[in-house]
């Protein structure tokens, strides 16, 4: 082969392995089951880091993972419940994995990336529990933010007014 094929080929497969991440970020994103779960923030000194609104996902239910590491699940129906080794009851048929770091459980989907004009604003209704989270949830409990709810509505309808 010449260099210059070498060179399109080296140059190709990244930009088509990006190609092929963002296909399937949002196909998961599209096609799983809508979960409209409220969010809060949990550290009063840095709810906001660099350009990502950090919080704390309410499952409706205490999701503890004591200190453990690995794979844990949150199964939201039938019944709510919390999985620490990611071991489901056979007759859950809508869960979310994730892992258990550090005694805190974490499915990927804990913080929102905002512009940074919105920044302030956007933490302020965090903080007052006033957030919530549409994901979508596929069969094999991958999860993925379709938006962030302030108030029960798109949170770029709810700061309009500060273009």
């Known amino acids: 082969m010449n260099r210059k094929l070498w060179?399109?080929?080296?140059?190709?497969?990244?930009?088509?392995?990006?190609?092929?991440?963002?296909?399937?970020?949002s196909v998961q994103r599209n096609s799983g089951v809508a979960v409209?779960?409220?969010?809060?923030?949990?550290d009063p000194r840095d709810l906001l880091?660099?350009?990502?609104?950090?919080?704390?996902?309410d499952y409706g239910m205490e999701v503890t993972c004591d200190k453990q590491q690995g794979p844990a699940s949150v199964c939201l129906k039938p019944?709510?419940?919390?999985?620490?080794?990611?071991?489901?009851?056979t007759d859950c048929t809508l869960f979310?994995?994730?892992?258990?770091?550090?005694?805190?459980?974490?499915?990927?989907?804990?913080?929102?990336y905002i512009p940074d004009a919105y920044a302030?604003?956007?933490?302020?209704?965090?903080?007052?529990?006033?957030?919530?989270?549409?994901?979508?949830?596929?069969?094999?409990?991958?999860?993925a933010i379709r938006d962030l709810l302030i108030s029960g509505?798109?949170?770029?309808?709810t700061i309009g007014g500060l273009d």
């Not at 060179?7 to 970020?25: D, E, F, R, T």
């Not at 880091?49 to 996902?57: D, F, K, N, Q």
């Open 96 to 112: 979310i994995h994730g892992q258990c770091n550090d005694g805190a459980f974490s499915a990927g989907i804990e913080r929102f």
């Open 120 to 143: 302030q604003v956007l933490e302020d209704k965090v903080r007052d529990r006033q957030g919530e989270l549409v994901l979508a949830v596929d069969d094999q409990g991958n999860a």
């Open 36 to 42: 409209t779960l409220p969010i809060s923030g949990f």
């Open 79 to 89: 019944k709510r419940g919390f999985y620490p080794t990611g071991e489901l009851p």
């Open 153 to 157: 509505k798109p949170w770029k309808d």
């Open 49 to 57: 880091s660099g350009h990502y609104l950090i919080y704390r996902v």
């Open 7 to 25: 060179l399109v080929v080296a140059l190709a497969l990244p930009i088509l392995a990006l190609a092929g991440n963002v296909y399937l970020k």
